[in-house]
């Protein structure tokens, strides 16, 4: 079915029009052999709270942004390559139910179906998207994967030291390697973290030990400039602020 509508003119024609939603801004997104398979709204959880987010499935890439007008406008157009996912089913908690979590080296997070049959429709799609190209490319599917931020308001204190409350001076930082909310003088090292960066990243106390244990990538010392989903820049300015979808 996908290789009958990869050069059919109205494949193409879908296509584009998803692209002129992104506008200017956006990545071009016609290629041959190329297909969208679907497109709709999922609930994505974002460091802040769970957001509204409009996502296209193509047979090689996800692709999603932040809803301006529905069916017309996004902005913000995050592209990822389907070789490089893995998905996971996420149990209901509360308000978040139908969830599942999308994990790449670089970034995952969880998102939410309005129904349980949206959820199965998506993860079932996702999962023969990412196999067909396995098994096209002949490559082995991906071991690693970026830790799932937990949500701000999800952690009143630090996560590690469990003594510092968070407050406007007292400001949240994310563990690039665990995820996990922690304060500045529990995350103020730095590692080099080769699948999400080329320079050295945020790292708490506790995954900088593991890391330098290890053996591998770079650590950096103290700057001296100024699920359930469990698992201050210095100068009390968050650097958390800084990433690509840290306010997403």
Known sequence: MVDRLANSEANSKRIQVVEGCFGAAGQPLVIP??????????TKLCRKKPKARQFFLFNDILVYGNIVIQKKKYNKQHIIPLESVTIDTVADEGDLRNGWLIKTPTKSFAVYAA??????????????????LLEKSGKAPTGEHAAVWIPDSEATLCMRCQKIKFTPLSRRHHCRKCGYV???????????????????????????LQLASAGGGTGLGPRSDSYSRSGSKFNNVSDDEDEEDSSD
């Open 33 to 42: 052999g190329r297909v969208l398979i679907g497109e709709g709204v999922l």
């Open 115 to 132: 129904t349980a049959t949206e959820k199965s429709e998506w993860m079932s799609h996702i999962g023969k998207c990412v196999g067909d």
């Open 182 to 208: 922690v304060c500045g003088p529990c995350s103020d090292k730095k590692f080099l973290l080769p699948s999400q960066s080329s320079k050295p990243v945020r790292v708490c106390e506790f995954c900088y």
